[in-house]
């Protein structure tokens, strides 16, 4: 399955004769449908948050507090956010942080237990960081797949459901069964 394969079947449901034959060739349907792609692919992965989707990534350590007891230094920027001992840059295909997991060197962790972790978005370029106490962190997250044909059929066909939507709003199909339902209610009236 493709991007084009995916947006020609929410055009099949909404009804609209003209198929794209790529989301760049520069049609109507085609810019709905690249602009509308990949925050609707995304917003629906969040919400969903297939098993299919979920991934476990080594996290790069942004941050550390000092070795030593924190009570004793002057806590500047260089730091994690109070009381957090680490800061973590989250992979860039992460859209919702899970779990955390400590990295594990021989044995699987059968038990795990649930590790505090808090997202924290950067006020200069709206990238989330993960703050948390743990050492080595492993995140377990939703990514972003963009690969249709990585997809289950119940997410492509909740994707074509969307993006109708979308493109019966884009395309101007809603506005015309309206005027198509008023114009069989009068006839309805004359006949009565």
């Not at 505090?116 to 492993?138: C, E, G, M």
């Not at 997410?155 to 109708?164: C, G, R, W």
Request: with cysteine.
């Amino acid at each position: 399955m493709t991007i084009e394969g995916v947006c020609n079947q929410a055009l099949d449901v909404i009804g609209y004769r003209r198929h794209i034959t790529s989301v760049w060739d520069g049609s109507k349907a085609a810019r709905i449908a690249l602009n509308a792609w990949a925050e609707t692919r995304d917003a629906l992965l969040s919400k969903t948050q297939p098993h299919w989707a979920k991934r476990d990534d080594q996290l790069v350590l942004l941050r550390a507090a000092p070795e030593f007891h924190y009570t004793e230094v002057d806590w500047t920027p260089a730091y994690p956010d109070l009381p957090w001992l680490y800061e973590y840059d989250t992979p860039t295909t992460c859209l919702v942080p899970l779990q955390l997991k400590p990295r594990l060197a021989v044995l699987p962790n059968w038990r795990p237990r649930p590790v505090s972790f808090r997202a924290k978005q950067n006020n200069t370029d709206r990238k989330y960081t993960i703050l948390t106490n743990l050492p080595n962190a492993v995140l377990t997250c939703i990514y972003s797949v963009h690969d249709p044909d990585e997809w289950d059929l119940e997410f492509t066909e909740a994707m074509i459901q969307v993006l109708s939507h979308k493109f019966q709003v884009g395309l101007g199909e809603r506005q015309a069964q309206p005027q198509r339902q008023q114009q069989e209610q009068p006839d309805a009236a004359n006949a009565a």
